[in-house]
């Protein structure tokens, strides 16, 4: 089963067009869950039956049969194909009476969790209880919605026949009405689930909407990293050339032709792009013995690699059998690259020219050996890259970072959320010295925790171990989306708390800050504490604060919350439309202040990133330091932002 993605909503939301155009760009199955609902009203008013018992009946002598085709999504009742049928009003008038019932509920879920298990490389399901019942572990949940009258005027326009023509009151009567039967309802009712990202699509076009989902598949990796095969005859240079790209001798090479034998995958990086480089065995035209297998695993490869890259020795130059795999690698209808090895030269570059006459365009000259070129060859690799891969390397849950000096009790909080003892405690400070990685429910959802070591200094002031350490809870900050930093509440904010806050800061990461040892905090303390956080946490004030006491377990519920909420700011998004009209309200009371006798205009603000919020403002002069955190400050004010980073960069442009 590949990548699922949860869309739940009222009617009217915009639900399947997105979700449709989310799928269709990523290639991947579509189901829509309430068109199975309308199916199954549809069939109950042509059978005349009513009771839930006589609906499943009738299920089960007239099937339905859903096709998970994006770009052509049908429903058959049988050998009926009611794909229009189902959208006439007297079936939208009923379904949401008919979807009430438990029993026909039950026997629909049975189908929906059998088509999401068939998905091979993602699928997009929308419905009303999708992240909440029909795929829970969902990687990605969205919650689309839209207020009432913006719903209604959509499903105006959905609306082709002039007999079925209703007023706008009407609509919105007839979708609050909906709403009402949809959230009320015993059975899986409409709700937010716990972990879905709620997207407000009032002021949102199809495209921007479907974009809002697009960029938080891209965000959270769950898109798939793209695979490279490099695929040749035994003996070119395939697995040398991998530990090319990847900087160290991972692959196995020696002279001997056939040394790899089966696929072996490895995740590779170029220029802030990620993918997966696949080293197969050599492959042969007419193979005996343990060849046949050798080269069916690289036929294997073939079919499940996104860019084929074929390795020829430049010294030896074409033969045959390279003709023989260039058919078979044209049949794939695939990007191909054609790399010419072991060309160390000027003298074995003029001699590899005649691969042109191969018709795979121009040939990347490199020699896997010495590195020569390496670098333009991932290049061409990088280009021609697609969005979406067939690698999955991430799970969908969220990634957490404890972090903080030694002996704050990291590894304490990470046992007492698991709930048994995952990690080492111990009173020696630096106890932890390897990152360690746990799946941990907590709130109703699924996170995966990373206990780091405790940061004694500087890395670049560090040595032994401890750079090491350092080293590796960095990278670990790099991994995660979301960074608890946790302090000793006992003892004095230290300089080293304030240098690590600010790294966090820095990586763009959501924040967190846990008062730990809560239980050792006596009230001459607190006051302390309190004019310590005033003092040296001004500058993360919209930092999420939460005190607990690890080892008791006080207060441990409230992680959960702030986590969340974090998270939520960290992937929030604005439209331009009120990202501008705010910032024309604030200019207009408080305009940028001169500089050299000039004044800036602000011409228009956008927001060019999330995970951190990232906005650029457009001005005809310099703005003022003390102006952008201004700026920053009321976007707060305005639209929250609890938890997360914000960075507001400033392009200026001439007057025309």
């Not at 089960?60 to 049969?65: A, E, R, V, W």
């Not at 049928?85 to 007297?90: D, E, L, T």
């Not at 690698?329 to 000027?346: S, T």
């Not at 974090?566 to 992937?571: A, G, K, N, Y």
Request: charged residues 25%; hydrophobic residues 40%.
């Amino acid at each position: 089963m590949g990548i699922v993605v949860a869309v739940d909503g009222p009617s009217g939301a915009g639900k399947s067009s997105t979700s449709r155009a989310v799928a269709t760009r990523a290639k991947w199955d579509y189901l829509d869950t309430g068109a199975l609902y309308r199916g199954v009203t549809w069939l109950a008013q042509r059978e005349k039956v009513s009771e839930p018992y006589e609906v499943v009946d009738a299920l089960k002598k007239h099937p339905l049969i859903i096709a998970t085709n994006p770009e052509n999504p049908t429903l058959f009742c049988g050998d009926i194909d009611i794909t229009e049928a189902i959208r006439s009003q007297a079936v939208t008038d009923q379904v949401s009476e008919i979807s009430a019932h438990p029993e026909i509920r039950q026997h629909l879920l049975e189908l929906q969790q059998k088509l999401i298990k068939r998905a091979m490389r993602g699928i997009v399901v929308e419905g009303r209880d999708i992240g909440t019942v029909v795929a829970p572990e969902a990687a990605l949940k969205i919650f689309l919605t839209a207020d009432l009258s913006a719903r209604a005027q959509r499903r105006e326009k959905e609306i082709d026949s002039p007999a079925q023509l209703l007023s706008s009151a009407t609509l919105e009567e007839s979708l609050a009405q909906r709403d009402l039967l949809d959230s009320t309802r015993s059975t899986s009712p409409l709700m937010i689930a716990a972990d879905a990202i709620t997207i407000d699509s009032t002021e949102l076009s199809l495209h921007e909407t479907a974009q809002r989902i697009w960029e938080l598949l891209k965000e959270r990796r769950l898109l798939g990293l793209p695979i490279v095969a490099l695929l040749g005859r035994p003996n070119v240079g395939k697995s040398t050339l991998i530990n090319r790209f990847l900087g160290r001798r991972e692959a196995i090479v020696e002279d001997t032709p056939g040394v790899t034998r089966d696929r072996v995958t490895y995740e590779c990086e170029w220029n802030g792009r990620d993918f997966m480089v696949m080293d197969t065995g050599g492959w042969e035209a007419k193979p005996d013995g343990i060849s046949v297998g050798v080269s069916g695993i690289a036929e294997l490869a073939m079919q499940e690699a996104d860019v084929l890259a074929l390795v020829i020795d430049s010294q030896v130059g074409a033969l045959d059998e390279d003709d023989v795999l260039i058919r078979e690698l044209r049949k794939m209808k695939k990007p191909i690259i054609l790399v010419a090895n072991k060309v160390d030269g000027p003298a074995e570059e003029a001699q590899a020219h005649s691969l042109w006459n191969l018709g795979l365009g121009e040939p990347q000259f490199v020699s896997a050996l010495h590195g020569r070129a390496s670098g333009d060859l991932l290049d061409k690799i990088v280009k021609v890259l697609p969005e979406v891969g067939g690698a999955q390397s991430q799970d969908g849950y969220r990634r957490v970072a404890l972090i903080g000096r030694p002996n704050v009790g990291k590894s304490s909080l990470l046992n007492i959320l698991a709930g048994s003892t995952r990690a080492l405690v111990d009173d020696v400070a630096g106890t932890t010295r390897d990152p360690v990685d746990e799946l941990i429910e907590l709130g109703g959802s699924i996170w995966r925790f990373i206990d780091t070591a405790g940061i004694r200094k500087r890395a670049n002031q560090a040595s032994g171990t401890d750079y090491y350490a350092t080293l590796r809870t960095q990278v670990a900050l790099e991994r995660a989306e979301v960074a608890v930093v946790v302090l000793d509440a006992s003892n004095p904010i230290s300089e080293q708390d304030l240098r690590i806050i600010t790294m966090v800061e820095e990586a763009g990461k959501a924040l967190i800050i846990v008062m730990n040892k809560w239980d050792l905090v006596d009230e001459d303390r607190q006051i302390t504490l309190d004019r310590e956080i005033d003092r040296h946490l001004d500058q993360v004030e919209w930092a999420q604060r939460v005190n607990l006491a690890a080892k008791t377990g006080w207060h441990r519920d409230r992680l959960a919350p702030a986590l969340r909420t974090s998270l939520t700011s960290w992937e929030k998004r604005i439209p331009t439309s009120r990202l501008n009209s705010f910032l024309g309200t604030l200019i207009a009371a408080t305009p940028p202040p001169v500089r050299g006798g000039k004044q800036p205009k602000i011409l228009y603000a956008t927001q060019a990133g999330i995970a951190p919020p990232r906005f650029v403002i457009f001005t005809t002069g310099f703005l003022e330091s003390s102006y952008r955190r201004f700026i920053e400050r009321r976007l707060r004010e305005e639209f929250g932002f609890p938890g997360t980073p914000i960075q507001i960069s400033v392009r200026v442009r001439e007057r025309e």
